[in-house]
């Protein structure tokens, strides 16, 4: 697929040529049978159309074809959007919810620790999920070839999750508890690196929270835990819905189809207005028009694939963010006299 820069510039040397074939007949330099044999570049008002008809009839399904792809984009795009949105919401909620229902136990207690590798489970979800419905999770130091297998691809992007989740502070390379969890989230078995860590969310709840205080265990009321099970289902809600966009893209033909005849359409276009504008004018308003339309196609590509347009580093960022600062509050208000 020829790039924006390409397509431009094949439009200019479309108007061009027309200019140069047309200015050495008006001259009188060249005879027109000289070019093509025939009567056809005889004077400049026949030098290829008289007529605008067969593009005004072929805009209207163009232009219906271009918005259609555009909404259609547009929409995919907004969902995407508004998915996102929604996690980083319950991810808030959650993290809140849990640190405030078992602020009670004591720090190093096994369930205050339970909690706390909860919400650091949370932060890991929106990080996993960024590299589970992309390419390359949106860092500038994965390079993703087309010849890589997909155990190469898989290798490179928990490599790169990893020094991710490092880097950000999440987990602690040097805790052997951390490291480990970290060693079984990336492991090559795992297929879906969001899904766990959303089932070692669910694992904490239901053997440490809803334990028993007698036992060690937070013995949260089951309305407590099951608050926490229904933010873990829309948790999962939210994984399902971008691996529906991700995996379920936009009928290929179609696009395809549609960006051929915009490329038809606009290079063929010069000859509709060379009658009409004369062979300079012709040049520059060929190339406005191109922009126009080829922007406009661009604009349906770049959204069509919603995850590679979105910023989600900066969504992970205010969930890390919004977590960090919840149990950054706990430790504080678990100091205040209550």
Not at 89 to 113: P, T
Not at 124 to 131: G, I, N, P, V
Not at 189 to 194: I, Q
Not at 244 to 251: A, G, M, V
């Amino acid at each position: 697929m020829p790039s924006l820069t390409q397509k431009f510039f094949l439009s200019l040397v479309v108007a061009l040529q027309i200019f140069k074939c047309d200015t050495p007949v008006d001259a009188g330099i060249v005879e027109a049978h000289h070019i093509m044999g025939t009567d056809f570049f005889t004077t400049g008002d026949m030098i290829m159309m008289n007529t605008t008809i067969p593009f005004t009839l072929t805009s209207m399904a163009l232009g219906m074809m271009l918005a259609f792809r555009t909404q259609n984009c547009n929409a995919r795009y907004n969902e995407a959007r508004t998915i996102w949105g929604s996690m980083v919401n319950e991810g808030r909620a959650l993290s809140s919810r849990v640190l405030s229902l078992v602020g009670n136990h004591e720090k190093d207690s096994e369930v205050a620790v339970a909690a706390e590798h909860m919400v650091k489970c949370i932060m890991t979800f929106s990080r996993a999920l960024k590299y589970h419905i992309t390419t390359n999770g949106h860092c500038p130091d994965l390079k993703i070839r087309v010849k890589m297998s997909d155990k190469e691809v898989n290798e490179a992007k928990a490599a790169a999750l990893r020094q991710e989740l490092i880097r950000h502070g999440i987990w602690d390379e040097n805790d052997p508890v951390e490291r480990a969890y970290v060693d079984r989230l990336l492991d090559p078995r795992v297929a879906s690196r969001p899904m766990h860590a959303l089932q070692e969310i669910s694992e904490i709840n239901a053997r440490v929270f809803m334990r028993p205080k007698e036992e060690g265990g937070a013995g949260l009321a089951p309305h407590h835990a099951n608050a926490i099970f229904q933010s873990v289902t829309r948790l999962q809600d939210v994984l399902g819905a971008c691996e529906r966009l991700y995996k379920t893209p936009i009928y290929t033909g179609a696009t395809r189809f549609t960006s051929r005849c915009v490329w038809l359409w606009t290079n063929l276009i010069p000859l509709a207005l060379f009658p009409i504008m004369g062979p300079i004018a012709t040049v520059p308003s060929s190339v406005v028009v191109a922009v126009f339309m080829y922007g406009l196609e661009d604009v349906g590509a770049r959204i069509e694939e919603p995850f590679g347009s979105l910023p989600l580093w900066q969504y992970c960022d205010g969930i890390d963010a919004g977590c960090k600062q919840t149990l950054a509050q706990h430790e504080v208000l678990r100091q205040v006299p209550r």
